[in-house]
């Protein structure tokens, strides 16, 4: 299969581009390295330094005897967007591409601006690319659970059936997103649906929820391979910060009530469900969507867990609620179906202890790295 990864720079970008190219496919990335630059306007790099696309390639074809061709561009340029798409001519399309930061998108004008700009520029180019240059091409695009918010009712995959006044119809399931990076991915989904039933394009949107972890096969042949761990406020997700805020002795910043639940994903299953979703493509005019998560959590059950397995390595790890800088419920039902990706092959690897064990082992050894001025919350949209 010819895969051209959209945003192959980024904690999924990278390990998913190894993946693809480790069982032999064609790989192409593209990125602009633009959570790069904002990691640096906003002091929150990553926990380690992360190499460039050119000198991580170089290194993983050393070591594996695998290609994978890295460009960079911006594909929010029209002209960069369509260039790759002709070039490598590819059968499967990933995109990444976008500004994934919640925190980062309510921080003001100008970074809801990019936030907004980038996303829906990046999806719309992506959209015409296709139809230019690739118009039977797969597209795999990454969602998040976030579109739907936290509704009362259970949340189906993608799609549901409403009867009403005596009739019935499928429509895209009720999406309320909670920020504005959320709300970009919502955009992309209603944007793809009318490219899709328009033109028959063939794409798949996986409703993600936050993934946490930095093993994957490839990542773990060497630390230069390692996808970039976040940390921080604004790029860091949940699980990745309670695992080094309890090997820096930070107490656990659980924000409000800590009854927020969200379905959760190692790294591991990430690259499972993308390759999935790539492997059993969507038809011409349909789009398929996948609620990608494999196990629900509230925040005060992580920060239990992190600090359960912490205590048992000897770490003191303390558990404390600040005020929650987001608007959000912090009590709510939580009940996502996510069983399409499990009936096409997923086999989970859930957030047991001892995941939960190696994951600090790794940042216990790079904890002299760890800047403790990134840890709270410096974005609130209360
Ligand atoms: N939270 C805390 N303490 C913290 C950080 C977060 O209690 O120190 C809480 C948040 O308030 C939220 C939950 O943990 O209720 C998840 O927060 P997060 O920062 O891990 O996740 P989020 O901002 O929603 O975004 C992340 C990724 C985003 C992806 C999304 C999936 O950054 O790209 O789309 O997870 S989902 O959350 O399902 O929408």
Known sequence: MKVLILGGDGYLGWPTA?????AGHDVTVIDNYLRRIIAEETDSEALLPTPTLTQRAAIFAALTGK?????????????????????????????YAEQPSAPYSMRG?????????????????????????APKAHLVKLGTMGEYGTPNIDIEEGWIDIDHKGRSGRFLFPRAAGSLYHTTKVLDTDLLWFYVRT??????????GPVYGLSTDQADLDPALSPNFHYDDIFGTVVNRFLVQAVADIPLTVYGGG???????????TLQCVRL?????????????????????????????VKKVGDGMGLNVQIKSIPNPRKELEEHYYNPVHTGLIEMGLEPHYMTDDVVAAMLERIIAAKGKID???????VSWK
Do not use: S
């Open 277 to 305: 979703a790539a492997d059993n493509p969507a038809d011409e005019g349909e789009l398929k969507i996948f609620n990608q998560l494999t196990e629900t959590f509230t925040v005060n059950e992580l920060a239990d867990k």
């Open 199 to 208: 033109y028959g394009l063939r794409v798949t949107d996986l409703m993600q």
């Open 259 to 269: 009854g927020q639940t969200r379905g959760y994903l190692n790294l591991r299953d």
């Open 109 to 133: 004008f100008p970074e809801a601006r990019r936030t907004f700009k980038n996303n829906l520029d990046v999806t719309f180019n992506c959209i015409w690319a296709m139809l230019e240059h």
């Open 67 to 95: 290609k994978i061709t890295v460009r960079i561009g911006d594909l929010a340029d029209p002209d960069i967007m369509m260039d790759v798409v002709r070039d490598t001519a590819p059968d499967t399309i990933i995109h």
């Open 18 to 22: 190894m993946d693809f190219a480790a």
């Open 372 to 378: 403790t001025n990134r840890i709270m919350p410096r």
